[in-house]
């Protein structure tokens, strides 16, 4: 070998420990960044870049596939199942409910007109109280609970308070 191979052959071995000593050096750099949860962007284009330029496009390819899967994977797919399970979740939940109706609106309205209407929403309804110093109808109603336009369950009593005049002869209001 002439002295011209040999000292091309030590400049190379002499390039080699230098590069070998920066991808060390850059691999401990990565544990710091990594120990301290600051992987920055211009670390990953250095190695894509360096991959790219070195011709190890193969490298390249699986490098940014490999990103790109574990990008999607955590950015998408993983927030998908998530929502996808809380979707369920609230479905079985509202599907638990016991059905919902609305309250009529019954102030006004006479006691068995009341009932009868309250009846076909699917709702029951009970005398709270008689009061005799109103100057409405007997048996007319005066309140409700709950109001008119509220969401209940089926089968749930609306209270209601009903006008009566005389408070020694009280009319009955109801046919039970």
């Known amino acids: 070998m002439s002295n011209r191979k040999r000292a091309a052959v030590k400049m190379n ?24 949860g600051k992987l920055t962007m211009r670390f990953i284009l250095g190695v894509l870049w360096g991959y790219y330029s070195r011709g190890r496009k193969r490298l390249l390819i699986i490098t940014l596939t ?38 009529p609106s019954l102030v006004g309205l006479n006691y068995e007109s009341a009932e009868t209407k309250v009846h076909e929403s699917n709702l029951n309804i009970r005398i709270l109280a008689h009061r005799y110093d109103v100057p409405n109808e007997p048996c007319t109603i005066i ?19 009903v006008s009566n005049r005389d408070w020694n002869n009280p009319k009955p209001c109801s046919s039970h």
């Open 13 to 36: 071995r002499t390039t080699r420990s230098r590069h070998d000593n920066q991808v060390l050096d850059r691999l401990s750099a990565t544990n710091n960044f990594l120990s301290k």
């Open 66 to 103: 490999v990103f790109t899967v574990l990008v999607l994977a955590f950015a998408v797919v993983i927030p998908a199942i998530a929502l996808s399970i809380l979707g369920l979740d609230v479905m079985r939940e509202r599907a638990a409910r016991p059905p919902q109706t609305s309250v």
């Open 143 to 161: 309140f409700q609970t709950p109001q008119a336009g509220e969401s209940v369950s089926y089968r749930t009593f609306v209270g209601v308070v």
